[in-house]
């Protein structure tokens, strides 16, 4: 049975609700009680949206300079269009060539570059003294961007029946961090997974060693939001005692989560929002006979991209 949930107050998010799809089939084949979260029909096509609007809205300067693979800046780009502000988006050349389209036709500047000559943090750092009077905003490592991604949060702690554990994707840990967020402010205790890919584990390293440990260089995984030097720091000081644990989850398995949400749930899904049926699939001891949301975290995919996967 599907309950939908009252979405946040306008004075926190614009957002659209998530969308609920309880998927007997999906369950069936992954041996849990499967609950997707989708936020595919969110504004721009994924989860960001909440994170950007609401910093888009709540800083004073009318310039924002953020990087991005593309998610976040086509966000902050919507966000910018609709509060009449400016947006440049740095991006890798390897971005999705559907998210460099989106940036610009939201009316930002897509500053694209070649992370093997320019990490992004240096081109950002280079942008925001050509524009001093600029707000530079971190995709994931801003109080901000959590408050936002709580809203997602609220919603799931008042989804009934209630979960045994929430999936989500993690890569700089911003939509992990500001579920938690979002639950414990709702009195809500349900243990929060992140879903990590195996080839860029930072957060899972992080997790063990009681500190961040960084990637030494872009992880060059197909689940591309997740291509995170290390997690933030705001976002660590809620996680390394607020998530639950954290499965390193293979492209292969990230892969056939994409497949399955194909099939049995309708869902066209990029490898990144596709994580938490793929750390089911990596870990089904874990979460066998339970009832688990899966948070789909986005759908923007190139069609070539997205064709390969659906047939490898």
Same mark, same amino acid.
């Given at each position: 049975?599907?309950?939908?949930?009252?979405?946040?107050?306008?004075? @926190?998010?614009?957002?659209?609700?998530?969308?609920?799809?309880?998927?007997?089939?999906?369950?069936? $084949?992954?041996?849990?009680?499967? =609950?997707?979260?989708?936020?595919?029909?969110?504004?721009?096509?994924?989860?960001?949206?909440?994170?950007?609007?609401?910093?888009?809205?709540?800083?004073?300067?009318?310039?924002? #300079? !953020?990087?991005?693979?593309?998610?976040?800046? $086509?966000?902050?780009?919507?966000?910018? @269009?609709?509060?009449?502000?400016?947006?440049?988006?740095?991006?890798?050349?390897? /971005?999705?060539?559907?998210? #460099?389209? !989106?940036?610009? !036709?939201?009316?930002?500047?897509?500053?694209?570059?070649?992370?093997? =000559?320019?990490?992004?943090?240096?081109?950002?750092? @280079?942008?925001?003294? &050509?524009?001093?009077?600029?707000?530079?905003?971190?995709?994931?490592?801003?109080?901000?961007?959590?408050?936002?991604?709580?809203?997602?949060?609220?919603?799931?702690?008042?989804?009934?029946?209630?979960?045994?554990?929430?999936?989500?994707?993690?890569?700089?840990?911003?939509?992990?961090?500001?579920?938690? $967020?979002?639950?414990?402010?709702?009195?809500?205790?349900?243990?929060?997974?992140?879903?990590?890919?195996?080839?860029?584990?930072?957060?899972?390293?992080?997790?063990?060693?009681?500190?961040?440990?960084?990637?030494?260089?872009?992880?060059?995984? #197909?689940?591309?939001?997740?291509?995170?030097?290390?997690?933030?720091?705001?976002?660590?000081?809620?996680?390394?005692?607020?998530?639950? /644990?954290?499965? &390193?989850?293979?492209?292969?398995?990230?892969?056939?989560?994409?497949?399955?949400?194909?099939?049995?749930?309708?869902?066209?899904?990029?490898?990144?929002?596709?994580?938490?049926?793929? !750390?089911?699939?990596?870990?089904?001891?874990?979460?066998?006979?339970?009832?688990?949301?899966?948070?789909?975290?986005?759908?923007?995919?190139?069609?070539?991209?997205?064709? &390969?996967?659906?047939?490898?």
């Amino acid at each position: 049975m599907r309950r939908m949930s009252k979405s946040m107050p306008q004075i @926190q998010t614009l957002a659209r609700p998530t969308t609920w799809l309880e998927m007997p089939r999906l369950s069936e $084949q992954l041996g849990a009680h499967v =609950t997707l979260a989708a936020e595919t029909f969110q504004y721009t096509g994924s989860f960001k949206f909440r994170a950007a609007y609401h910093l888009a809205r709540n800083v004073p300067q009318t310039k924002i #300079i !953020a990087a991005s693979s593309g998610n976040y800046g $086509q966000a902050l780009a919507y966000a910018c @269009q609709l509060l009449d502000k400016q947006a440049i988006i740095v991006m890798p050349q390897t /971005s999705a060539q559907v998210k #460099i389209d !989106a940036v610009r !036709a939201y009316g930002a500047r897509a500053d694209l570059i070649d992370v093997h =000559t320019v990490s992004r943090a240096a081109r950002v750092a @280079q942008l925001a003294a &050509e524009h001093p009077d600029a707000y530079v905003a971190s995709a994931y490592d801003d109080p901000l961007v959590i408050a936002g991604n709580a809203s997602l949060g609220a919603e799931l702690a008042r989804y009934t029946p209630a979960f045994d554990f929430i999936l989500a994707p993690i890569g700089g840990g911003g939509l992990s961090a500001g579920i938690i $967020q979002g639950l414990r402010a709702q009195g809500n205790q349900t243990p929060v997974v992140g879903a990590e890919p195996l080839l860029g584990n930072d957060a899972a390293r992080s997790l063990r060693a009681g500190e961040i440990v960084a990637n030494e260089r872009e992880p060059q995984t #197909i689940a591309d939001g997740a291509r995170t030097l290390s997690i933030g720091k705001h976002n660590w000081a809620i996680l390394r005692d607020g998530i639950h /644990s954290i499965v &390193e989850t293979p492209d292969e398995q990230i892969a056939q989560g994409v497949r399955l949400l194909f099939t049995y749930a309708n869902l066209k899904v990029e490898p990144t929002g596709a994580l938490a049926i793929g !750390a089911l699939l990596t870990q089904p001891e874990t979460f066998r006979r339970k009832r688990v949301c899966c948070v789909i975290s986005g759908g923007n995919v190139d069609a070539r991209v997205y064709a &390969e996967i659906l047939t490898g």
